[in-house]
């Protein structure tokens, strides 16, 4: 996202005038959800400084925002899941996830699919989407009976967006102790792969719109008017 990443965290470029991130916060504070941790690594500050502890977005709900700020304690990103363990301390024993340079202004967080996560017992439940040009392979396949899967003749791309239990960042998959004092950098997706092995990571597919907005051209085409 050079240039325009050189002054500003990439999750503060706007988007439809607002940034990236605040799409699924808003989201999030629409589906009840008001309680909020933000990793922050390149530029972090102005990320906190742009949002604070207590914002007031879109609607009548505050969000209270704690941070957990990668760059500041460990200079640089801790990965996805080195990220998510770091802020375990901080997250509850289920917790959503999403990238906050993804946008997907269509999707509905919802106190529903926490429900029906809990009630089957997996340790992850992911939101797959249709393979975009940029991943024409995918990533995990989809059973028939909603699960995720490491093999596939059809795999979707993973949209970043997920349901997870505390205990899937623990042994026999995660290694690495609650709160990652050591700084670990840890991907997510061999975490995922572990359990998808044990049946234990379920999925659906999300259609509407969605755009992992990785190169100064999605930005610019997300910000130019429909004709």
Same mark, same amino acid.
């Given at each position: 996202?050079?240039?325009?990443?050189?002054?500003?965290?990439?999750?503060?470029?706007?988007?439809?005038?607002?940034? #990236?991130?605040q799409?699924?916060?808003?989201?999030?504070?629409?589906?009840?959800?008001?309680?909020?941790?933000?990793?922050?690594?390149w530029?972090g500050?102005?990320?906190?400084?742009?949002?604070? $502890?207590?914002?007031?977005?879109? /609607?009548?709900?505050?969000?209270?925002?704690?941070?957990?700020?990668?760059? =500041?304690?460990?200079?640089?990103?801790?990965?996805?899941?080195?990220?998510?363990?770091?802020?375990?301390?901080?997250?509850?024993d289920?917790?959503?996830?999403? !990238?906050?340079?993804?946008?997907?202004?269509?999707?509905?967080?919802?106190?529903?699919?926490?429900d =029906?996560?809990?009630?089957?017992? &997996?340790?992850a439940?992911?939101w797959?989407?249709?393979?975009?040009?940029?991943?024409? &392979?995918?990533?995990?396949?989809?059973? $028939?009976? /909603?699960?995720?899967?490491?093999?596939?003749?059809?795999?979707?791309?993973?949209?970043?967006? /997920?349901?997870y239990?505390?205990?899937?960042?623990?042994?026999?998959y995660?290694?690495?102790?609650?709160?990652?004092?050591?700084?670990? &950098?840890?991907?997510?997706?061999?975490?995922?792969? !572990?359990?998808?092995?044990?049946?234990?990571?379920?999925?659906e597919?999300?259609?509407?719109?969605?755009t992992?907005?990785?190169?100064?051209?999605?930005? $610019?085409? #997300?910000?130019?008017?429909?004709?």
């Amino acid at each position: 996202m050079r240039p325009l990443t050189d002054t500003t965290p990439k999750p503060l470029l706007e988007v439809r005038g607002k940034p #990236l991130m605040q799409w699924p916060m808003e989201a999030l504070a629409v589906g009840g959800f008001t309680e909020l941790v933000i990793n922050t690594d390149w530029l972090g500050t102005q990320i906190s400084g742009r949002f604070g $502890a207590e914002p007031l977005l879109q /609607g009548p709900s505050a969000l209270s925002i704690s941070y957990s700020d990668e760059g =500041r304690d460990f200079g640089g990103a801790l990965e996805t899941a080195g990220g998510i363990v770091r802020a375990l301390p901080l997250l509850g024993d289920v917790f959503w996830v999403a !990238a906050g340079d993804v946008f997907a202004p269509g999707f509905a967080f919802t106190q529903d699919s926490v429900d =029906r996560f809990i009630a089957s017992g &997996k340790l992850a439940h992911l939101w797959l989407v249709p393979n975009p040009a940029h991943n024409l &392979k995918g990533d995990f396949g989809l059973s $028939a009976e /909603g699960l995720a899967l490491n093999t596939a003749d059809r795999k979707f791309t993973f949209s970043t967006i /997920g349901l997870y239990r505390a205990e899937l960042f623990a042994p026999p998959y995660c290694d690495i102790p609650s709160g990652n004092p050591a700084g670990r &950098k840890a991907p997510l997706a061999p975490i995922l792969r !572990a359990a998808m092995d044990n049946e234990l990571v379920s999925a659906e597919l999300y259609t509407g719109p969605w755009t992992d907005v990785g190169t100064p051209e999605r930005l $610019a085409q #997300l910000n130019t008017p429909s004709r």
